[in-house]
């Protein structure tokens, strides 16, 4: 087979497997031009050195392209149409070193002041507010961006004023001080954090006039509230997965009020919860609706709680909607009384017997 072909049905396979490989794609037609119209069992070292050699390729790409040529080869060897896999010569792997840029205050005040501008375009997924708190976090904690990707909830200590970084890294492990504590700890460790990495340029985020204070304020204050009408300050302290299912229903719902959205998606939200406990969040979900003006997307099984809490209700079965509309239409369109009796309706296919005998 000639080369180009090969290099077509290698990247149709792929394509029907899933991957897009536009970019792969794009390499082996290279190669595949590169090399001329022959013959894959006459492709040798010596081509493939001359590819890659001939373009001065930084390292890593060089890596990359001699791989996804091995592999391209080792497909076909595996089907037959080569006797075998061209190796040729391999790289050095030369290491380079890395020099951070440390931007000084004059430039971080620049890029917080362009945010507003910058961030008006319609291809931009965040706001400026969000575009300049991601600025201040990575500069006052000095985190790459992989890890600060890689956070999630239990690396954030709100009691301790504290993040803690690649907890399971043995070199890159650190515990990094947050909000109001910020300043006190870069006078000296605190004996119930002996491992913290200090990063005193966190105070300068003050000074360029933002107050990261007042922001963990708020917080800490939500947390409280929260704790407070959720019935959740005696688990402040405890780990999420030593609490009952229940107490973890009420921790999920107290996060997604944390920030007082606007729109709220909840995915039974009094599942594991007791009948009473169950009626008060219902009622609170309700309060929370009105005060805010917010809108609740809820997916639920319990009719009960949609017929108390929705305004409008998408049936659904199979993956498919089978029918949409106010739980009144709902009840008069089935003949029912609860909603409950109309999704057995649905569920059973009686609603579709029904209406086929109107």
């Known amino acids: 087979m000639k080369i180009a072909q090969c290099v077509e049905d290698f990247v149709a396979r792929k394509r029907v497997c899933g991957y897009e490989y536009d970019s792969s794609a794009r390499i082996l037609r290279r190669f595949a031009a590169f090399v001329g119209k022959i013959d894959i069992a006459l492709v040798s ?10 373009g001065h390729l930084a390292h890593h790409i060089w890596r990359s392209y001699r791989s996804l040529i091995r592999r391209f080869l080792a497909y076909w060897f595996a089907r037959r149409q080569i006797t075998r896999i061209p190796e040729p010569e391999q790289k050095p792997n030369i290491g380079t070193r890395f020099f951070p840029y440390v931007y000084s205050k004059a430039e971080i005040a620049r890029l917080l002041a362009a945010a507003p501008i910058c961030q008006v375009r319609r291809r931009c ?17 000095g985190l790459r961006v992989t890890e600060a990707l890689s956070l999630s909830d239990s690396n954030i200590d709100f009691h301790n004023g504290s993040i803690e970084i690649c907890p399971g890294s043995l070199y890159r492990h650190r515990t990094i001080p947050i909000g109001s504590e910020t300043t006190r700890y870069t006078g000296g460790a605190p004996p119930s954090m002996p491992n913290v990495l200090y990063a005193p340029v966190a105070v300068t985020a003050m000074d360029l006039g933002f107050n990261i204070n007042e922001g963990t304020g708020y917080v800490k204050g939500r947390i409280a509230a929260l704790a407070d009408e959720l019935d959740l300050a ?17 921790v999920a719902l107290a996060k997604a009020l944390l920030n ?5 998606l909840l995915d039974e939200p009094t599942a594991s919860l007791d009948p009473d406990t169950a009626d008060w969040v219902r009622a609170r979900l309700e309060r929370y609706r009105e005060r805010r003006n917010a809108t609740i997307l809820l ?13 409008r209700v998408i049936i659904m079965k199979r993956g ?39």
């Not at 997924?125 to 904690?141: E, H, P, Q």
């Not at 005696?234 to 009420?250: A, I, V, Y």
């Not at 709902?330 to 009686?350: M, N, W």
């Open 125 to 141: 997924a965040i706001g400026s507010s969000t575009l300049s708190t991601i600025v201040l976090f990575l500069y006052g904690t």
């Open 299 to 311: 997916a639920s099984h319990n009719m009960l709680e949609v017929e108390r809490l929705c305004e």
């Open 234 to 250: 005696e688990f402040l302290d405890r780990e999420t997965g030593k609490l009952s299912s229940g107490q973890r229903t009420r």
């Open 260 to 264: 007082e959205p606007e729109v709220l």
């Open 320 to 358: 498919e909607i089978v029918d949409d509309d106010a739980p009144a239409a709902l009840l008069a369109r089935y003949g029912r009384e609860s909603l409950e009796q109309v999704f057995l309706d649905v569920a059973r296919g009686q609603g579709e017997a029904r209406e086929a005998a109107q």
């Open 45 to 54: 070292e010596e081509h493939i050195n001359l590819f890659l050699t001939r």
